[in-house]
């Protein structure tokens, strides 16, 4: 996937969906390598995430990553004796989880909920829901005066 680094920090810097604090371990990352303490943020289908300090800042200029989250599954990890923890795989690559650690079991079914609302097939299903039933409502197509295809 190609994208403009510098214009995908600058969207990252906006107001997030959700945001917070959760140790997070990479798929690549290597056995003895744990997880490492990172704040996420959200912001429409694609999840920021930044270094965290050993006093607990952050470094929100750069993002060290971002994860798209399309084509993907978000589950909760409740077998994993990792505590408070779900996963993140994406349908390219199943046997690759990200998994991601909370504080607590609030704050897990928090962020599994906005994440697996987020995408944009997602959204753009619930856009056909709501059209359907305006349809069935008024007998006229809402989304025909905004050249929106529905395909």
Not at 42 to 57: A, C, M, T
Not at 84 to 96: E, M, V, Y
Not at 116 to 122: G, R
Request: proline letters at 3%.
């Amino acid at each position: 996937m190609r994208f403009n680094e510098k214009e995908l920090c600058l969207y990252s810097s906006g107001p997030a969906i959700k945001e917070g604090r959760i140790h997070h371990k990479n798929p690549n990352a290597g056995f003895r390598e744990g997880f490492k303490e990172r704040w996420f943020k959200l912001r429409g289908n694609l999840l920021f995430y930044y270094r965290v300090n050993e006093f607990g800042g952050v470094h929100h200029k750069e993002p060290v990553g971002c994860l798209v989250i399309e084509l993907c599954r978000v589950q909760r990890e409740d077998e994993s004796g990792l505590g408070f923890a779900f996963s993140i795989c994406f349908d390219s690559d199943l046997d690759k989880k990200h998994f991601l650690m909370c504080s607590n079991q609030r704050q897990c079914d928090e962020w599994v909920d906005v994440l697996s609302e987020c995408s944009y097939q997602n959204q753009k299903n619930k856009l056909m829901d709501l059209k359907n039933q305006i349809m069935d409502i008024t007998g006229t197509d809402p989304l025909t005066s905004y050249s929106y295809q529905t395909k």
